[in-house]
């Protein structure tokens, strides 16, 4: 039976020649390749991207984490400036305003949500819920710009619209419950319920029944960790986004002299088709320079002769 090459040509026909590798090239560093520390494609590829040209906004603007620490901060600012203000609007015992603000914000920000501070009006109650979604925003940036995906996006959109209708299916749940079953208004069942499941809460006695005390120890648990999920979700989501961002670039940019010399491994003169794969996923950060030394040095394990092929022969004198 003929043998199929390993990396097929964009060609239909079926009688294209394997590739032909010298028996004496080895794998080497692209001189372009960055630090296998480097975390996400955005990183692989901000440390050579003199010769490109209008690359994504995420690679070229290399500072995006510190503006992001910048609107985190300046969301804390403006929280504690409205919570000093109305601080008569919370529940507490007062010490400096600027400072209870500043707990009051950091608690929140932290999902800890102690009970000595506690919005008690309309007002600290809806900007508390906006100061929980808006934080969450930040916090999702800040988790897409470390953590890296190789999802399918169309599956994860479909599960995440799936946990979205169970998330705020579970809110509506608590709201109900608690308006019927607790006798809570309808605005401070949503709220009771929106902090619960953000696993914020701030020590409010919401469940005082037995019946609400069990309902309670359920629908917390399964409702966190639904809104867990959805939030790793949307990341991953995100994430994937801008990997498909940097192949995309990667794949539509001409070739020119430096990334010839770059995709050039063994100094040979010419890019063979594996050369040139190799080189490619790369710089999409699909591969290390990690990766290719482990996957070189089992090669070179199984290759005893040092030709620059494994034969069957190889694979009999490993097993005997």
Not at 27 to 51: F, G, Q, V, W, Y
Not at 146 to 166: C, E, M, P, W, Y
Request: glycine fraction near 4%; charge should be positive.
């Amino acid at each position: 039976m003929e043998k199929q090459p390993l990396l097929p040509s964009s060609s239909s026909s079926s009688n294209q020649n394997p590739i032909q590798i010298d028996p004496k090239r080895k794998l080497h560093r692209s001189k372009s390749t960055p630090p296998s520390s480097s975390i996400t494609p955005s990183n692989n590829l901000e440390n050579h991207l003199a010769p490109y040209t209008n690359p994504p906004y995420f690679i070229k603007n290399n500072s995006i984490l510190k503006q992001v620490i910048l609107l985190l901060f300046i969301c804390l600012i403006i929280g504690i400036i409205i919570c000093s203000f109305f601080m008569d609007e919370f529940k507490s015992k007062k010490t400096y305003p600027i400072v209870d603000a500043l707990y009051f914000c950091i608690l929140t920000m932290c999902t800890i949500g102690y009970s000595d501070i506690t919005p008690n009006s309309t007002f600290t109650k809806i900007f508390s819920i906006l100061f929980v979604l808006i934080t969450f925003g930040i916090f999702h940036i800040i988790l897409t710009y470390f953590l890296d995906s190789q999802r399918n996006t169309h599956k994860t959109r479909i599960k995440v619209a799936l946990l979205l209708g169970i998330f705020v299916l579970c809110i509506g749940i608590g709201v109900f419950f608690m308006h019927f079953v607790e006798k809570i208004g309808w605005f401070d069942s949503f709220y009771f319920s929106f902090m619960g499941v953000t696993s914020v809460g701030y020590g409010e006695k919401v469940f005082k029944s037995i019946v609400g005390r069990i309902f309670g120890s359920i629908w917390l648990v399964f409702s966190i960790i639904v809104f867990i999920r959805v939030f790793i979700l949307l990341v991953e989501i995100r994430v994937d986004e801008r990997q498909r961002e940097v192949e995309k670039w990667v794949m539509e940019l001409d070739m020119t002299i430096d990334q010839f010399h770059a995709a050039d491994i063994d100094n040979d003169g010419f890019v063979s088709k594996s050369d040139f794969v190799i080189y490619k996923l790369k710089e999409m950060g699909k591969i290390t320079e990690r990766d290719t030394l482990m996957i070189n040095k089992q090669f070179e394990k199984l290759d005893n002769g040092n030709f620059g092929r494994i034969t069957l022969s190889n694979i009999m004198e490993s097993h005997y």
